[in-house]
């Protein structure tokens, strides 16, 4: 249930002109395990991809502005 308004509040945010980029689904393609738990928290592989990914988003937000 608070996925949904987690999406809207991101297009939301995008449609105010604030930086926002949504990578819950940053893990969509990846067939290991990226969680060290059962619940939420990431292992080192999870905390790999995430950081690259937010890596990608900085770097085409500084492109784009030069």
Do not use: Q, W
Request: glycine content about 8%; some cysteine; aromatic content about 8%.
């Amino acid at each position: 249930m608070g996925y949904p308004r987690l999406l809207a509040a991101g297009r939301d945010l995008l449609a105010e002109g604030v930086r926002f980029s949504d990578l819950h689904r940053v893990f969509s393609n990846e067939t290991r395990s990226v969680y060290e738990d059962d619940c939420c928290h990431l292992g080192k592989l999870g905390n790999d991809l995430l950081a690259d990914a937010i890596f990608r988003v900085i770097a085409a937000d500084l492109a784009a502005d030069h």
